[in-house]
C-alpha cells in the first residue's frame, strides 16, 4: 500500500514535466478551390496535421460546408508538424505550421487542379456528384459501365445528363453542352461525336460540366458572350503520360461490320495526342443494305513552352445511308382539314473534311494573344424518290404501307397526287479566322482588347427533277384530270464573307467589380444564285442519264427566266456594348446591353422583276446571369433578348412561284422581332434536388400568312408580324444512393401557344390558328450495384395534349416504357449484359398493335495473360420488334412520320488492347 502511494506521488511529480514537454495547438482557416481561373469555396476538403520528419498523421478532419475548418492536435515542444489540405482531383496543399503559437490562422488556402484518385486509398463510398462553385464534378467510377464501354454509355447513365443518340448532343440539367474537352482542353473542337464515341471509359476520372469562359474572358474578367457549358473530361492520375491504344474488328449477319483503331496518349497538364480511324456500320439501323460511316482524325495539344498552349485537330468522315419512309399530316383549315400521305425512299452520300487550330499565348504577365481557324471542306450526293396525296377527309391509311388501298377510296376525296424523282449535288468550303490581343496598361489591371474576326463560304448546288402532278379537281382540254409534268434542273452558286473589327477596355474599380466598353464594327455580304433549266426537250421518256453537274450539251437553251432569281445583299453594323460582372463568395453576377445600328441593303431579280430595298434599324441585346451560392445551395438567373432582323428577301414584295403548290412572297412592311427567354435554376446539392423553370416569348414573331387554293391543294404564303407566341416548362430532378442501391427521379411539364393566320379562298382577313400544346413527363429509374455487375429498372411516362381553336381538334399521345438495363462479371473473366425495353403508345390515329418490346443481348470474354484479348458477340433486336415514329404539333397541322428498321441483327467482334508507360 505505501508503494503504491509512493508511485502515485511520482507520477503526480512528473506530470507537470510532461505537460511542459506538450502543448495543445489549433489551425484554422478557409479552402477554396480554383477552376477555370475563377476561386470557389472548396467543401469538404480533407484536412491533415502531419509530424514533418516521417509525415505520420498526427489529426484529421475535413472542412464544413463553407469551406471553413478548425483542427486542434496535441504537439510536442521540440517537434514541426505540416498542415495538409487534399481534395479529389486536386493537387494537395502543405503549409508548416509555427511551433511557437497556440493558435494558427491558414487564412485562404488555394488548391489547384492536378491530382488524380490513384493518388488516395478510397475505403468508403465516394460521393457521386459534388458542387464547386459553379462546377458540377461527377464521379465517373460511381457509374458502371459494360466492358469496352465508350463515352456515350457512361452520359446515358449519368442523371441530369439528357443524351440524344440521334443527333449526338447533350444537355445537362436543361442547358445544352456546346464541347467536350479533356483536361481542360480542346478534344476535336465542335465534333462531340469523336469524342462520344471513341473516349474509353475506363481512362476517366471524373467530368467536369461549367460554363466555360473564352480565354478573351479569362483575361478580362467580364463575359462578353452567352453560356457556354462544356463537359470536360478528367483522365486518371494512373494514366497519366500512358499511351492507350486498341484495335478492333467484328462482322455479323444483314451487312454488319466494324474495323476501329483508336489510340490516346493524355498527360495531366493537358497535352494530349489522339488518332482515331473507324469503318463500320453498326449503330446504323435503317433498311438500306450500303449504309456506311467512315472516319479518320488526330487531335493534340502540345505546350512547347510554359505559357504557350497550341491545339490542332484534323478529320475525314465518308458516309454513305438511305432511308424509307412514310408519313402522314394534317393541315388545319377553316373549310375543313386536308389530309396528306406520303412515302419516300431516299440514299445519300456526304464526305467532309475539317480542320481547326487554336494559339493561346502569354507573352509576358500584361499582354496576351489568341489565335483560332478552322477550315472545312464538304461534298454531298442525294438521290430521292416520293409520292404524297392529298385528301379532304381522312384516308384512314396504315403508316406502315399508306398506299395499299389508295385506289379502293372514293375519287372525290382526292385532290392531287404527286410523284416525283429527284438528284442532287453540293459542294461547300469554308474557313474562319479570329484573333485577339489584350494589353494591361496599369497596375490596377485595365486593359485593352483589340479583336479580328474574318469568314468566308461558298457552295454549289445542283439539283434534277421529274415529277409529276396530278390534280383531280382540274381538267384538261379533254375533261380528264389535269396533270403537270416537269422536268428541270437548277444550278445554285452562293457565297457570303463576315469581317468584324472591335476594340474592348476594361477597367477593374475593385477586385470584385469590373466594367467593360466595346465597340464592334461588322460587314456582311451573301451573293445566291438559282438557275432553272427545262430539259424536257432533251429526255425521251427515261431520265437516268442526267445526273446533276453533267446536263446534255445545249442544256443552255431551256433556261427559264421567270423561275429563276439572284440575290446580292450587304450588311454594315455598328455595336456597342457595355458590360459588367461583380463576384464574390456568394454572388457571381454577368450583366450587359449591346446596342446594334445597321444598313442593311438587298438588290434581287426573282423572274420577270427586279426589285432593292435599303434598311436602317437599331438592334438591342441585353442580358444578364446572376448565381447565389450559400454552402451547397445554389441558386441561378439568366435573362437573354436579342433583337431578330427579318431576312432581306422578305422585305421584298416579289413572287416566286418555282414551285405551283408552294407559292413565296414577301411582305415590305415586316417589322423586327424580339425574342427573350427567362431560366431559373435551384440546386440543392446537399439533398441532391434540382429544380428548373423556364419561359421564352417573342414580341412581333415571324410567321407566314397562308393562302390555300382549295382546287390543288397549293399553297401561297407571306411573311407577316404576330404577337402571342410562347412557351414554357419545368423541371424537377432528385437522386440519392443507399449503400449498393442508387434512386434517380425527374419529372416535368411544358406548355406552348404557336399561332399561325390561315386565309382560304383569297379572303381579306386570315383567320388565327392557334395551337395549345401541353406535355408532361416523368422517369424513375432505380440501380443495384453489386461489386460484380449493375441491375438498373426505368420507367417513363410521356403525355402530350394539343388543342387547335381553327377546327376545335384534339390530338393527344401517351408513351410509356419500361427498361431493363443490367450486365454481370461471372468466373473466367465473362462479361454477360442484356436490355430489354418494352413501349407503347395510345392516342390519336395510333392503331392497336403498336407496341414494341426491343430485347439486347452481349457477352464478353477477355484473355491473354494481362486481359489484352477481348472476344464479344451481340444480338440486337433479338424479336425484331424496333419501330422509328415520329410526331410533332404546330400551329398550322399535325405530322407523323414513321421510318422503316433493319430488325434483328448480330455481329462478333474481337479486340485487343494495350497500355504502355511513355512518360510519367
Known amino acids: ?245 486498341s484495335a478492333k474488328a467484328g462482322r455479323g449477319n444483314n451487312g454488319k461490320k466494324e474495323l476501329e ?78 389530309y396528306q400521305l406520303s412515302g419516300d425512299e431516299s440514299t445519300n452520300k456526304q464526305r467532309a473534311i475539317n480542320s481547326y487550330a487554336g494559339l493561346i499565348w502569354e507573352i509576358d504577365d500584361k499582354t496576351f494573344f489568341n489565335l483560332f481557324g478552322n477550315f472545312n471542306l464538304m461534298q454531298g450526293e442525294n438521290a430521292n424518290s416520293n409520292r404524297q396525296v392529298m385528301f379532304d377527309a381522312d384516308p384512314g391509311a396504315d403508316l406502315s404501307d399508306p398506299f395499299a388501298d389508295i385506289d379502293n377510296l372514293q375519287e372525290d376525296m382526292k385532290i392531287n397526287d404527286i410523284r416525283m424523282r429527284s438528284l442532287s449535288s453540293n459542294r461547300m468550303n469554308s474557313y474562319s479566322v479570329s484573333a485577339n490581343l489584350t494589353r494591361k496598361i496599369n497596375q490596377k489591371g485595365s486593359s485593352v482588347s483589340l479583336v479580328l474576326q474574318h469568314s468566308h463560304n461558298k457552295g454549289d448546288n445542283d439539283s434534277f427533277m421529274n415529277s409529276s402532278t396530278t390534280y383531280y379537281r382540274l381538267q384538261d382540254d379533254t375533261g380528264n384530270d389535269s396533270i403537270l409534268h416537269r422536268v428541270q434542273s437548277h444550278l445554285s452558286p452562293s457565297a457570303s464573307r463576315d469581317q468584324s473589327l472591335g476594340l474592348m477596355f476594361t477597367h477593374p474599380f475593385t477586385e470584385k467589380f469590373n466594367l467593360q466598353l466595346s465597340y464592334n464594327l461588322a460587314h456582311n455580304t451573301q451573293e445566291s444564285d438559282r438557275n432553272t433549266y427545262d430539259l424536257s426537250a432533251f429526255i425521251d421518256g427515261e431520265t437516268d442519264d442526267i445526273q446533276p453537274g453533267h446536263l446534255p450539251a445545249g442544256y443552255e437553251a431551256g433556261y427559264i427566266d421567270s423561275l429563276s432569281n439572284r440575290s446580292d445583299s450587304r450588311t454594315l453594323a455598328h455595336d456597342l456594348a457595355l458590360r459588367m460582372h461583380y463576384s464574390n463568395d456568394m454572388w457571381d453576377v454577368n450583366t450587359g446591353l449591346s446596342v446594334r445600328p445597321e444598313r442593311r441593303s438587298i438588290d434581287q431579280k426573282t423572274g420577270l422583276l427586279q426589285a432593292d430595298t435599303a434598311t436602317r434599324i437599331i438592334g438591342f441585346q441585353p442580358s444578364m446571369m446572376a448565381a447565389w451560392k450559400k454552402e451547397k445551395f445554389q441558386f441561378r438567373f439568366n435573362y437573354q433578348g436579342n433583337t431578330q432582323q427579318p431576312a432581306l428577301t422578305d422585305l421584298l414584295s416579289l413572287t416566286d412561284n418555282s414551285d405551283p403548290l408552294n407559292i413565296t412572297r414577301g411582305n415590305p412592311g415586316l417589322k423586327p422581332a424580339y425574342n427573350q427567354s427567362v431560366r431559373l435554376d435551384v440546386n440543392d446539392n446537399r439533398r441532391d434536388i434540382f429544380a428548373s423553370l423556364n419561359w421564352q416569348n417573342t414580341i412581333n414573331s415571324f410567321t407566314r400568312t397562308v393562302i390555300y387554293n382549295l382546287q390543288t391543294g397549293g399553297r401561297e404564303s407571306y411573311p407577316v408580324n404576330i404577337n402571342g407566341n410562347w412557351s414554357g416548362n419545368a423541371m424537377l430532378r432528385y437522386q440519392n444512393r443507399i449503400r449498393s442501391f442508387r434512386i434517380a427521379a425527374r419529372t416535368g411539364s411544358s406548355y406552348n401557344r404557336n399561332i399561325n393566320l390561315v386565309n ?76 430489354a425495353t418494352y413501349s407503347f403508345r395510345n392516342g390519336t390515329n395510333i392503331a392497336n398493335g403498336d407496341d414494341q418490346f426491343i430485347w439486347n443481348m452481349g457477352v464478353t470474354w477477355k484473355f491473354m495473360r494481362k486481359k489484352q484479348g477481348e472476344l464479344s458477340a451481340y444480338w440486337s433486336d433479338i424479336l425484331s420488334k424496333k419501330k422509328d415514329y415520329n410526331r410533332n404539333v404546330t400551329a398550322d397541322g399535325f405530322y407523323e412520320r414513321r421510318t422503316q428498321q433493319i430488325g434483328s441483327y448480330f455481329i462478333v467482334s474481337f479486340r485487343y488492347s494495350f497500355n504502355r508507360m511513355l512518360q510519367k
Open 1 to 245: 500500500m505505501v508503494c503504491k502511494i509512493r508511485l502515485l506521488c511520482l507520477c503526480m511529480m512528473l506530470l507537470p514535466a510532461v505537460l511542459s514537454a506538450q502543448q495543445i495547438k489549433t489551425a484554422y482557416g478557409q479552402t477554396y478551390a480554383i477552376f477555370e481561373d475563377d476561386t470557389h469555396i472548396l467543401p469538404d476538403a480533407n484536412i491533415s496535421v502531419l509530424d514533418a520528419k516521417d509525415s505520420t498523421l498526427v489529426k484529421g478532419g475535413v472542412s464544413g460546408a463553407d469551406g471553413r475548418f478548425n483542427i486542434r492536435f496535441t504537439a510536442a515542444k521540440d517537434k514541426w508538424y505540416l498542415l495538409k489540405v487534399s481534395y479529389t482531383g486536386m493537387e494537395p496543399a502543405f503549409h508548416r505550421l509555427d511551433s511557437q503559437t497556440d493558435t494558427v490562422d491558414m487564412g485562404r488556402i488555394l488548391l489547384k487542379e492536378g491530382v488524380e484518385l490513384a493518388e488516395f486509398t478510397v475505403t468508403a463510398p465516394m460521393s457521386e456528384i459534388v458542387q464547386v462553385g459553379d462546377t458540377t464534378i461527377i464521379n465517373a467510377e460511381a457509374y458502371k459501365t459494360p466492358e469496352g464501354s465508350y463515352l456515350e454509355e457512361l452520359v446515358k447513365r449519368i442523371p441530369g445528363l439528357e443524351y440524344d443518340v440521334t443527333n449526338k448532343s447533350l444537355r445537362y440539367n436543361g442547358k445544352p453542352i456546346s464541347s467536350i474537352n479533356v483536361n481542360g482542353e480542346e478534344f476535336f473542337s465542335g465534333n462531340n461525336r469523336m469524342a462520344l464515341e471513341n473516349l474509353p471509359v475506363e481512362l476517366i476520372s471524373k467530368i467536369k460540366v461549367y460554363d466555360k469562359r473564352s480565354e478573351l474572358e479569362k483575361v478580362t474578367g467580364v463575359r462578353s458572350g452567352g453560356e457556354n457549358f462544356v463537359l470536360d473530361i478528367q483522365t486518371k492520375g494512373e494514366l497519366g503520360g500512358a499511351l492507350m491504344a
Open 760 to 835: 382560304e379562298g383569297q379572303s381579306e382577313q386570315p383567320e388565327r390558328s392557334i395551337t395549345r400544346s401541353t406535355g408532361v413527363t416523368s422517369n424513375l429509374r432505380v440501380s443495384y450495384l453489386p461489386q460484380w455487375g449493375s441491375f438498373e429498372l426505368t420507367g417513363d411516362w410521356r403525355f402530350q395534349h394539343s388543342h387547335n381553336s381553327l377546327r376545335q381538334t384534339d390530338n393527344y399521345t401517351r408513351n410509356y416504357a419500361l427498361t431493363f438495363n443490367n450486365f454481370a462479371n461471372l468466373p473466367g473473366d465473362v462479361q454477360l449484359r442484356s436490355d
Open 261 to 338: 483503331l483508336v489510340g490516346n496518349y493524355f498527360r495531366q497538364s493537358g497535352e494530349n495526342l489522339s488518332l482515331i480511324a473507324n469503318s463500320g456500320n453498326r449503330q446504323m439501323t435503317s433498311r438500306h443494305k450500303d449504309n456506311i460511316q467512315n472516319i479518320v482524325g488526330t487531335n493534340f495539344t502540345v505546350k512547347p513552352a510554359e505559357k504557350i498552349s497550341v491545339n490542332r485537330n484534323l478529320s475525314y468522315m465518308g458516309n454513305r445511308d438511305g432511308s424509307q419512309s412514310t408519313g402522314f399530316t394534317e393541315q388545319y383549315l377553316t373549310s375543313g382539314n386536308r
